[in-house]
Every structure is written in C-alpha cells, then in structure tokens.
C-alpha cells in the first residue's frame, strides 16, 4: 500500500506553484503539475520583493492570498490521484531571507490554516524558523532530501538553480554537505526584465548572443558571500538588480554581453563549488529552473569536462519537481516524528524535527 504526500513549493523565481505527490516509501513522483499565481497576485508579490509595498494589512492579506493559490493548486493535483493523502507540506512564498546578523530572519506566507480549512489534511509548514532560532541557517532543505532519493548512487552532487543556486555533496562515509552558492536565476531574471521587459532568457537565447565580459566577471566574482565558510545561505534580495547596478561597468556595456558575464557568473560559482568536493569522473545532477537554460548548461558543462554533468532526470528523477518532492517527504517525516541530522548542511542543533504541524 502506497503512503502519499503532497509537497507544495514556490521558489524565488515566483514562476509558479509547484506541487508534488510522492509515495513516501518508494520517493516515486505519483503527480506533479505547477500551476502560476493568479496575475494579480503574482504582481503583489513582485511588488513586495523590489520593496515597493510596506502595509500590514497588505502583507495580512497576501498571505492569505497565497494559501489560497496553494491549497487551489494542491486542489488541482488531487484531482488527479484517487488515493487517499496522508500529508501535506507547504514551504510558502519566501519573500526574505538573512540568517546572519544582529537579527536573523526568514519569512515564507501562505497561510496553512487555509490550506487545511480547504482540504482537511494535516498540514506541515514552516520548516526554517526553529533552526534559525537554534543558530542555524535555516536554508538549504534540499540536501537533506537529496542524500535520501539519489542513494544508492556514491560519490556525486545535485545543483539545484533556482533564484538561487545551492549545492548537495554527497560522499562515501560522509555527511552530506549543503550550502548556497549564489544567485541562480536571480539576476538574469531581473537584467532581462528590466532591459527587455520579458520575464527571463528563454533557453538562454540573449546569453548565447553576447560575449563574457572578464572584467566585468572578475568584479562580481569578489563578492564576500561566495568567500565565506559554510554552511551558508542568502536571500534573493541580497543578489538584486541594485547588487548588479553597483558594478557601474554594466552601464556601457551591451545588454547581451552582461546577460552572458551572469551566465558565466553562476556557471563559475557551480565549476568552483564542484572541484572543491568531487574528484573528476563523479556525476553532477543538475535541477531546477536552471536546467531549462541551455547556455548555462553548456557554460557548465565546458568548465568541468571530466565530470559527468546532467540534469536529474537522467537518473529518473524529475528536475521540475524535486524540491516540491523534498516538501512532501519533509512533511511526512514531521508527523511520524522523524528527526534529521542537519548540522553540516544547515548549522544549529543536530538531530532537529523541521516544521510545524497544522490538524
């Protein structure tokens, strides 16, 4: 008998809610469907990220809003399988994120309480509070489900390009490693919004049209974020449009040549990260929006010609839905009181129960 879980994620790409039913005992993707926010919505959310709207009663209602759009899009899915769900993860809407600092924090809307009143399910949500309070980092999740779904394979690493980048190192006889890179997406989306008014580089066309500036590559490269220790995480509002813009070069260069130094930006980050670790030979998995950008697949795949570079779904597993499958496992192993060992991936307290159960 199969034991469902449903895991809902948007990432900080905002490109839509991702939903994911797996069978728990087997990691095997029973449906996955990602279904975009309401246009509005997904405006409202835009605006609260480039830091134009500062309202209680706006935040208040968003996060309603949000519920909303994730307990229609775990509706959706639903109506696909007739089994009955035994739980499901929300990971939210992140709209912040700095585990560092006088003050760390992080903050994922989208209120459970709705989520649950539509579906009557127990529902898991807030997964990175309790280890931010604890000292950790509170982010990345996804390594911990990455050492589970990959195994028995040995030896290999699963970069997963969203807004941001982070990375899992699995080894022989090790913990497994995880940390954020650096942006991801993040910045290519916001250049080619901002200079083409299109949400992002399909494929990496524009990329593929311009030429790396090295100048321009080794000023982003010194950023103090990609020099510190892990494990570490940060925030897309931290690798912003403004972050970019401070690097004054970009003003007379041709659009197409900064899209191609972002690309190569985070192609560089993935090769250092990789070398760092793994010993050439060893497999590099790669998921999320970023697979979909075929420049920066090749730009990584030319840095680290020894190793065995593909997306996940080479390994039968899905590259879209991944993460929103991390959400439904970590969902199922809080409410049959599974612990993780979180410490060389997140920080803080080892041995940690992640999340918050909503029944």
Known sequence: MRTLALGLMSGTSMDGIDTAIIDVNTHALIAGQTIAYPPQLATQLTEVMHGARFDMRFYAQLNKEVGRAFATAAAEVLATVSEPLFVLGSHGQTLCHQPT????????????????E??????????????????????????????RVFA????????????????????????????????????????????YAVKYDKNGQLAATGQVVPQLLDALLQDKFFHQAYPKSIGKEYF?????????????????????????????????????HLLPANSVFICGGGVKNKTLLANISQLLPDYNVAPTDARGISSDYLEAMMIAWLAWCRITN??????????????????????
Do not use: M
């Open 152 to 195: 028995p394979e040995k030896n290999y690493a699963v970069v997963n390009i969203g807004g941001i980048t982070n990375i899992s190192v699995c080894k022989e006889n090790c913990p497994v490693i995880g940390y954020d890179i650096g942006p991801g997406n993040c910045l290519s989306d916001a250049w080619i919004a901002t200079k």
């Open 338 to 359: 599974k612990k993780h060992h979180v410490a060389s991936v997140l920080g803080g307290n080892d041995e940690q129960l992640l999340g918050i159960i909503c029944q």
């Open 118 to 147: 539509q579906l009557k399910v127990p529902v898991v949500y807030d997964f990175r509070s309790h280890n931010l309070a604890q000292g950790g980092q509170g982010a990345p999740l996804a390594p911990l489900y990455h050492q």
């Open 101 to 116: 600092g006088p003050i760390p924090y992080t903050w994922q809307i989208g209120c459970p309480f709705t989520i649950y």
């Open 240 to 276: 912003s449009l403004q972050w970019l813009l401070n690097h004054t070069e970009c003003q007379y260069l041709l659009h197409q040549d900064v899209q191609a130094s972002i690309i190569a930006l985070t192609a560089q980050l993935i090769a250092t990260e990789i070398k760092k």
